[in-house]
């Protein structure tokens, strides 16, 4: 129970920071969330090794 109390407040949590980054800037949020873009324009995605 405790468990799960503490996976929902880190859920909450993230919420509200999304929250706060769509009322900010929700082009940016878009675009680095769901790799939103124009028409003319090209993403990259670029990802990190992991070190092991």
Request: aromatic content about 12%.
């Amino acid at each position: 129970m405790e468990n799960n109390k503490a996976d929902y407040i880190k859920k909450i949590a993230q919420a509200k920071r999304d929250k706060w980054a769509i009322e900010k800037d929700y082009e940016k949020f878009a675009r680095e969330r769901y790799l939103m873009s124009r028409p003319d324009e090209d993403i990259f995605v670029i990802e990190k090794k992991d070190k092991d």
